[in-house]
């Protein structure tokens, strides 16, 4: 060999068969060659890793098989597979397979997988079966494969169901780990492997974790810069920085193979590897592919370590470490990092998600969850994954927590609080910047503490190590050397404000570092710290010569800061908002380049007792600030500070936190407990010492102080008391623990109204959050009553017993809030603590102290669920389709109209509360108002509404006084009913309530304005309804004014439905939706049938609407995009939009007075390609709501919203459906994919239909749909299921999908997504694909010539673009010809007339049962039952007829009371029916032939049909008929006395209206239709012509056909027309 390598070599198995080092390309080859003979050597790679190192093994494995001899020389093949997780799988394998058995490769074959994980996992599995097993060789590329994929042995693939299912153990003959390819993998790929590093160090080796810990600099340096002359191949050529990489990968190497060795099938010992996985993995399948495996794990570790917490056997130094560590390598520490926290998929992630997919890890035995315990680093609790309770990770996963009140168990408490923030914040940075080591001792580990460690690493401003298990830390100082961080580096400091403060100035200090080419340094934090106030103290700086920008917000970070920037001199502060501004330049002041002198200028200065102790400290290493005085030798707030630098003593012991203590010291005041703090007494250099003092006492506490501990015993619990004034300048941290404790101080000795005034205090408005206004908002929810003052608050105590229970404090994200309200929480039931990490800055472990150390019980919680139910447990939506509807709103709003309405549709009893009262007391609602007066009046209304609530729990239609909600009592009850039952809100604009209400004299006035009424009750009607129905102007107007309906719109002989019917519809479909009589759904949304929706997107919908029924062709329902309505004022070009709520329900109610087809609402995010704002959950939950308010019928909710905001929805939808979606626009979402399937689990579990969306770039992306869709069907209750890949290429998917396949019309200015399809377009595909084939239809009878049936299928078959004919088929009889017709396999339905309704019937298979009643059939459809043709026989005639009557009906006919029906052949029977369904009680029947009525009486014994013997006199004196149906033929009436036909005399015509029918069809205006237009009252009555009954029946049987609604505009058009011809 002409190359000589180092090679360090790792034993596994036995065998040294792990080779280590850089540039190993001629080793490998060499002892691949050499030692393992073969015919054919195959290496495997995948496109980005051939680019880059493929040419290289090919020109040395040439070099090296040239050399042998040419008789029998080896083959060299390689073969480049894409990259990606996706390879991994059966198709993937296969196409290598593929390639080996092309290339005839055999038994001996050598294949070698060059690459990450992906390529080691698949290639290895190949190598596993290829002829039975053939040897390989792993030659890892990325971090993650070197120090784990590759070793062990484990090799598999994924399928759509799940990762790694598939696989074998099969070991490689070598693994070569050449750190060089490092180079070129992109750094988050580094990163994602450091995390399986540092996880070994952390369960196996203490040393191999700190040299991890404190050297990722230099670990980082190995591979940032390329290595020039294949430097590293021998040790002689090796950068320090590549030692260290390699011997870090070697250490983790080594422990992995010293585990696989001694336990190679994971049987115990080898699952320690899987510290953080557990939960690490559960992560990853949610947030997969967007997080990597390590990413995941990191977060893992975090959250496993924190179970070791909770448990009590890791400590909080460990975990404090761990985190800094996996900082160090960029990893993602926790849930709330911003990486994860910004992906939409982020919002899935909750506990019980989580735990679910904890449920099926490999690993678990049954349902024990295993988890790798730390006791400290390095160490393991045992040898193996320890059980774990399901409570124990719920608690540590839940972001918030329970507190269990109680006295505490561990009284007399005995607790060293953490190390002091201040004085640890202090210490570091006087150590850093000072000469020598000094040993740190009860450093607070937190926030703070870690970003101003690792701010200081970034500067190279000292170094860092760990003793005695991490209690010790050694700063190695700088001597106030300091460099500009690399360029692009920012120095991020999150929310922790004292590092911020502090490091602005020591930033000025810098020097500029000769290796990097940045100027200046960049510190930056999250969006909290981004409005913290940092103005004052860069002022100051600036005035001093520094160079600092402000990178956005003026006054806030992020800032630039130039270097050599502190000129030093006499520097002037404003002090008035922040002392650490004024310990920020004292601490940097020796530094300067001048001495300097500091004067502090704005009056009063805050906090004097932290500038204090900056000096005192600054003190302790070396350096002595002089405090100035005037002649008087009164101090002044000017400060001298030496030139010179700190000296850094030996050793530095921090002080407990005084204002942690306070916690555990309250607990004691208001438990009436005794606790001890150690290590805080009057000695203390901190303020908040005195709080037990000055504060404890006062309040009625035994407090006693030592210099170096102090003990508080409280009062018997409920005794403190309430000490009037407290000055708590001087230690205003403290001042939210006085806070609550004040909120329960009403004991003896307690000042007036129990009050406790806090002042000095006005800094606290500036802190974390306003914490004053946070003390007064969350004591307002117990029920305490405060008061705010300019510097301060009062607060009036309250006995404990009226404190309000179950509380959710709201914790800014700021610790001292959520430790004060434990406090509180500790003596008031049910107190849950939202965003309980927050205490991560101060107290990391602050609950597991309160468990443990103080013994109060705390209990994770999930706030799955509850963001709803506080806001409003109203809103409950009633599942028992009888439960009675409360009607409520203004009067004049329509209730009594609306619910008549209502109640007819629905054939529910309709109760008037207003009538009710007056018949229970006796007296109009004005003479009880007059006589007695309002109270006495509203609390007889409420008796009322209690009454009638359970007199009618069901089955009726309750209209309550507009007043009914103004007693709080009404209220209540009415939200308890609508747990139940619908209460429904009606709306109507009040200018119309105003216009109505001025002519209305029946009910008491209001004496107020109307309009001052309206706007103190809807907020009330809000609160009580679960139902909005919205009464629109313009429609009702007339009717409810004049109590009679417009005349019909007649446009030429083209009939449109009037106004009223729009409202009857309107009123039918919403009642019976919300009620669950008849859910407003589609019916073809079922597994066998194919439906679509048509795609609004317009910005208003108005202009769309009088073309509605053209634009909804063949639809099925009508999607609102909501998120694309933009209101009139905001018409123009927005990027994100949230449309403001009024406008949608304008837009909702719009749509709904023109078309009864479902809605679909669809508010679509950006992310998912919409353009509602993706952050904003709150607005879209309100438009969420809305629909549901609204009872729009299908609501599209993406699955990114937070699953549990989706289920507290889902918990109100009553008979509407979810539609839960996923949209997926990079084009990366592979139909094949592991995370396409959880995606659909998801869809699945949260709605009653599924909806994903791809993007096609090939044709085969749409089989790969296809084929998933096929999978999903086929699994047990389906859902349906939305499927459609986007993109032209995608077109495919959408004629294909058959469950709401989005449609779009030719009309619509703009498709709502890339490739949409018109409905008719998709009918034309699907025919062209053999999907719809063509069907011919007939109509039989005799003489049918002149029918106009042909006119009106061909013409909606044509408009819904389906290949269907429909022909005239006249023949004498039903005989063979058309028994050999319906027999033809491409007979689609007849329509059947006089004479064969009765002969067809024997050669049917089914009657409907109408069709059995009535005893003739007109309609034949062949339809497929359990697998077989079946003939099935209907009738649609008396369709026709009765929604010809039921459309017509005049709005103030509520209840058709008698009808008559005139002649007694086949015709009225059918009539008869229609009667009857339409629930008529009295049906006259007047035929000549007496004999042939009676028979018809016997036919119908159910209904009430009476006979008449002479038209105009009703039986028995009954009403006059408000519906008369003619069966007779024109020809055989007349109005003329004097006639042979039969006589109508006008007097059958009643003075109140109604709708005639007469079923004749020519001539159009027969006879009666002529006698009723002449009577006086015609204009009351609504005249039916024949042909429109025809068509009415025409369009049923259309539907029973097609499935589909006829389009009936087009058709009634044409066949009018050709009618008319
Ligand atoms: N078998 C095991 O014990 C085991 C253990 C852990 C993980 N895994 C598996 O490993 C896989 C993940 O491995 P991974 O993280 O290496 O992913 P990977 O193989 O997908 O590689 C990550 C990316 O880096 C690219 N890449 C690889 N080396 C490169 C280099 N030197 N320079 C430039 N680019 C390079 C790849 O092309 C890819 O795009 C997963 O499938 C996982 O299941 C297996
Ligand atoms: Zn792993």
Request: proline share 5%.
């Amino acid at each position: 060999m002409a190359v000589t390598t180092d090679v360090d070599k790792v034993s596994i198995l036995g065998k040294e068969s792990i080779h280590c080092g850089f540039h190993l390309i001629p080793h490998i080859a060499h002892t691949v060659v050499t030692t393992l003979s073969s015919s054919t050597y195959v290496l495997i790679t995948d496109t980005n890793v051939a680019s880059f190192h493929l040419s290289a093994f090919e020109s040395v494995f040439d070099q090296t098989l040239c050399k042998l001899p040419e008789q029998g020389r080896p083959r060299f093949l390689s073969f480049v597979i894409p990259p990606g997780e996706t390879s991994k799988s059966r198709e993937g394998k296969a196409s290598i397979e593929d390639f080996l058995l092309l290339h005839r490769c055999t038994r001996d074959t050598i294949i070698m997988a060059l690459g990450g994980g992906v390529i080691g996992d698949l290639v290895g599995f190949v190598a596993a079966t290829f002829m039975r097993g053939v040897r390989f060789v792993q030659i890892p590329t990325t971090l993650l494969a070197m120090v784990d994929s590759s070793v062990g042995g484990k090799t598999a693939i994924d399928t759509p169901l799940g990762k790694n299912l598939i696989g074998a153990f099969w070991q490689p003959e070598y693994i070569f780990i050449d750190a060089s390819f490092l180079e070129t993998l992109p750094a988050r790929e580094f990163s994602n492997g450091m995390a399986e590093v540092v996880k070994t160090a952390a369960i196996w080796d203490e040393d191999e974790f700190t040299a991890l810990e404190s050297r990722s600099a230099s670990i980082f340096s190995a591979i940032q810069t390329p290595s020039a002359d294949f430097a590293g191949r021998t040790k002689a050529t090796r950068s320090t920085s590549q030692d260290l990489l390699l011997s870090v990968i070697r250490g983790s190497i080594a422990v992995k193979a010293h585990i696989v060795t001694v336990d190679e099938r994971e049987t115990g010992l080898r699952n320690l590897v899987n510290f953080g996985h557990t939960i690490g993995h559960a992560i990853e399948a949610v947030l997969t592919p967007s997080m990597l495996h390590g990413e995941c794990v990191s977060v893992g570790m975090i959250l496993e370590a924190e179970v070791a917490r909770s448990m009590g056997v890791f400590g909080q130094v460990g975990l404090g470490r761990l985190t800094r560590c996996l900082k160090a390598y960029n990893l993602p520490v926790s849930l709330t990092d911003p990486r994860i926290a910004s992906l939409p998929a982020s919002k899935l992630l909750n506990v019980e998600r989580l735990l679910d997919i904890m449920k099926v890890d490999k690993k678990n035995s049954g349902a024990q969850k295993k988890i790798v315990i730390l006791t400290r680093i390095g160490k393991t609790y045992e040898e193996k994954a320890t059980n774990i309770s399901d409570d124990i990770i719920a608690k540590t996963l839940a972001d918030a927590v329970k507190i269990v009140p109680g006295i505490p168990t561990k009284s007399p408490v005995r607790m060293a609080t953490p190390g002091s923030k201040s004085i640890s914040n202090r210490v570091l940075l006087l150590a850093a910047l000072g000469n020598g080591t000094c040993r740190l001792k009860n450093l607070l580990h937190s926030d703070d503490t870690q970003v101003m460690m690792s701010a200081l690493m970034d500067l190279k401003g000292a170094s860092f190590a760990w003793e005695d298990g991490g209690e010790t830390l050694v700063v190695k100082g700088g001597g106030g050397s300091l460099s500009v961080p690399l360029p692009g580096k920012e120095i991020y400091l999150g929310n922790a404000g004292t590092a911020a403060r502090f490091l602005t100035t020591v930033c000025t200090l810098v020097q500029l570092s000769a290796d990097s080419s940045a100027k200046t340094t960049t510190i930056t934090g999250n969006a909290r710290m981004k409005q913290r106030p940092i103005g004052p103290l860069v002022t100051a700086l600036r005035a001093n010569g520094s160079a600092i920008d402000y990178l956005e917000g003026e006054g806030c970070l992020p800032l630039s800061i130039a270097p050599n920037g502190l000129k030093g001199g006499r520097i002037q502060l404003a002090a008035s908002v922040s002392s650490q501004y004024v310990s920020s330049i004292l601490l940097c002041a020796p530094y300067a380049a001048e001495a300097v002198t500091l004067e502090l200028t704005g009056g009063q200065v805050i906090s004097q007792p932290y500038i204090d102790m900056t000096i005192a400290m600054m003190k302790s290493f070396g350096v002595e600030v002089v405090r100035e005085k005037d002649a008087d030798g009164k101090l002044l707030d000017v400060y001298s500070i030496p030139k010179t630098t700190y000296k850094n003593p030996e050793a530095y012991s921090i002080e407990s936190d005084a204002s942690s203590a306070t916690y555990p010291l309250a607990i004691a005041a208001i438990t009436g407990t005794t606790c001890t703090v150690e290590n805080i007494g009057s000695e203390s250099l901190q303020g908040d010492a005195k709080f037990a003092k000055d504060v404890l006492e006062r309040m009625g506490c035994e407090v006693v102080q030592t210099a170096t501990e102090t003990t508080v015993t409280g009062p018997p619990k409920g005794q403190l008391k309430a000490p009037g004034y407290i000055d708590m300048e001087p230690m205003t941290d403290a001042f939210l623990t006085a806070s609550v404790l004040a909120a329960v101080a009403t004991g003896a000795g307690s000042v007036e109204r129990n009050v406790t005034r806090i002042e000095g205090i006005a800094n606290q408005r500036v802190k974390e959050c306003n914490r004053i206004k946070a003390m007064i908002d969350e004591l307002a929810k117990f029920g305490v009553e405060t008061k705010e003052l300019d510097d301060g608050l009062e607060i009036y105590g309250k006995p404990i017993a009226e404190l309000k229970e179950n509380v959710s404090v709201h914790c800014y994200d700021d610790h001292r809030v959520a430790m004060a309200f434990s406090v509180l929480a500790s003596i008031v039931g049910g107190t849950v603590l939202e965003e309980k990490r927050c205490v991560e800055k101060t107290w990391p472990n602050w609950w597991d102290d309160l468990e443990n150390k103080i013994g109060i019980r705390v209990e994770g919680v999930d706030l799955a669920g509850s963001i709803e139910s506080t806001a409003s447990p109203s809103r409950t939506l009633s599942k028992d389709p009888s439960a009675s509807v409360a009607i409520l709103g203004m009067r004049g709003s329509g209730k009594s109209f609306i619910g008549e309405m209502a109640a007819s549709t629905l054939s529910w009893p309709f109760v008037d509360a207003d009538v009710y009262f007056e018949q229970k007391h006796q007296i109009g609602v004005r003479e009880f108002v007059h006589k007695n007066g309002w109270p006495s009046f509203r609390a007889a209304e409420t008796e009322i509404l209690k009454e009638l609530l359970s007199t009618y729990p069901s089955g009726h239609i309750l209209s309550l006084g507009g007043g009914i909600v103004e007693t709080p009592e009404a209220r209540e009850v009415l939200k308890e009913y609508a747990k139940k039952g619908p209460v429904v809100h009606i709306t109507r604009e009040i200018d119309e309530v105003v216009k109505y209400l001025g002519e209305e004299t029946a009910r008491p006035a209001y004496g107020e304005p109307v309009t001052d009424v309206f706007r103190r009750r809807e907020p009330w009607f809000a609160e009580c309804c679960n139902y909005e129905f919205i009464n629109y102007t313009g429609l009702l107007t007339a009717s409810v004014n004049g109590r009679a309906s417009t005349p019909d719109e007649v446009n030429g002989d083209e009939y449109t439905a009037s106004k009223s019917t729009f409202v009857r519809d309107e009123v039918s479909r919403f009642f019976g939706h919300i009620t669950g009589q008849k859910p407003n759904l589609a019916p073809n949304l079922v597994a066998d049938k194919r439906s679509y929706f048509l795609s609004l997107t317009y910005p208003d919908v108005t202009p769309a609407l009088p073309h509605i029924e053209e634009l909804t062709t063949g639809a099925d329902a009508i999607e609102l995009r909501v998120d694309l309505l933009r209101s009139p004022k905001d018409i123009g070009g927005f990027k994100t939009y949230v449309p403001p709520v009024a406008y949608v329900t304008e837009q909702v109610a719009a749509l709904r007075r023109t078309t009864s087809l479902p809605i679909v609402f669809t508010v679509r995010t950006v992310s998912q390609g919409g353009s509602f704002p993706d952050g904003d959950e709150k607005a879209a939950f309100e438009l969420f709501n809305l629909a549901l308010r609204l009872g729009v019928e299908y609501v599209d909710v993406e699955i990114s919203w937070p699953e549990k905001r989706i289920k507290s929805l889902a918990s109100r939808k009553g008979n509407s459906q979810i539609i839960a979606s996923w949209h997926d626009w990079s084009g990366k979402m592979k139909w094949n994919s592991v995370d396409v399937k959880e995606k659909y689990d998801t869809a699945a579990r949260l709605g009653e239909v599924v909806k994903m969306v791809g993007k096609a770039t090939f044709l085969e992306d749409n089989f790969a749909l296809y084929e998933f869709v096929s999978k999903m069907r086929a699994g047990p209750n389906p859902k349906p299921f939305i499927a459609i890949n986007m993109g032209v290429e995608g077109q495919m998917s959408r004629i294909l999908n058959s469950s709401f396949s989005p449609v779009t019309h030719p009309l619509l200015p703009s498709r709502a997504a890339p490739g949409q399809l018109s409905f008719v377009q998709i009918q034309t595909a699907l025919h062209l694909m053999g999907q719809l084939p063509a069907r011919r239809f007939f109509i039989f009878g005799n003489p049918i010539a002149h029918s106009m049936s042909p006119t009106l299928h061909n013409t909606g078959f044509e408009t819904l673009g389906l290949p269907y004919k429909y022909e005239i088929f006249e023949t004498a009889d039903v005989g063979e010809e058309i028994k050999f017709t319906i027999a033809s396999p491409d007979f689609g339905g007849a329509s059947v007339t006089i004479p064969f309704k009765l002969d067809i019937i024997p050669l049917l298979d089914v009657l409907s049962p109408e069709a059995e009643a009535i005893g003739a059939v007109n309609t034949v459809v062949p339809q497929m039952r359990d697998g077989s043709r079946i003939l099935y026989g209907d009738n649609t005639d008396w369709l026709g007829i009765r929604e010809s009557i039921r459309t017509r009906l005049p709005s103030t006919i509520f209840k058709i009371e008698s009808a008559l029906v005139i002649g007694a052949g086949g015709t009225s029977r059918a009539a008869i029916y229609a009667l009857q369904n339409l629930g008529v009680p009295r049906i006259y029947l007047f035929n000549r032939t007496r004999s042939s009525a009676q028979a018809l009486v016997d036919a119908f014994p159910d209904a009430h049909i009476e006979l008449v013997d002479e038209l105009g006199t009703w039986p028995g004196n009954g009403l006059a008929p408000s519906v008369i149906v003619s069966t007779v033929p024109a020809s055989a009436t007349s109005i003329d006395t004097s006639s042979e036909s039969l006589y109508l005399p006008s007097a059958i015509f009643a003075p109140e209206g109604g709708v005639v029918v007469d079923m004749a069809y020519k001539p159009a205006m027969t006879p009666l239709l002529t006698l009723a237009a002449s009577v006086p009252s015609g204009k009351r009555w609504k005249a039916v012509k024949g042909v429109e009954v025809l068509l009415e029946q025409g369009y049923r049987q259309f539907e029973l056909w097609t499935g589909r609604r006829c389009p009936k505009k087009v058709v009634s058009h044409q066949v009018w027309a050709k009618y008319s011809a």
